[in-house]
């Protein structure tokens, strides 16, 4: 594919207009136009990406998984990478070295959607009915 700076700043402009958090540095430079007049003109420079959470949160959450007891091997390997892809491409390589989750971490296939039905029962006011019916 053939590029050039003008597609390159169309894509990025397209990308902030379908809301994606692309921030950017504006600065005004003069220059001759066609019959030699100085014409202000835009120059878009520093794009950069903003992310909802920092490397230093996500390591937290991803080591808050991975220590927690009551998350499966295969629930607590899915969570770690769908964290990892919250972040840069660079941000995997930090997180390689976790290699030794347990295999015998307990099978509780139904967690995420207990913890669901407990939120959408105390967002009801139903809590009470709920926790009767778990004892």
Known sequence: MKIDRKSVKRNLMNLIEFGYDIEYSESIRLVNDKNGEEVETKILSDFYLNRSFTDGELQLLIDSVL?????SYSQCRDLVEKLE???NIYFR???????NLPENRPSNSEL???IETLDKAISRGLAGVIYIQLL
């Open 67 to 71: 220590f927690s007891n009551h998350i």
């Open 85 to 87: 892809e919250l972040s």
């Open 93 to 99: 390589s930090r997180v390689k070295h976790i290699r």
């Open 112 to 114: 995420f959607m207990t």
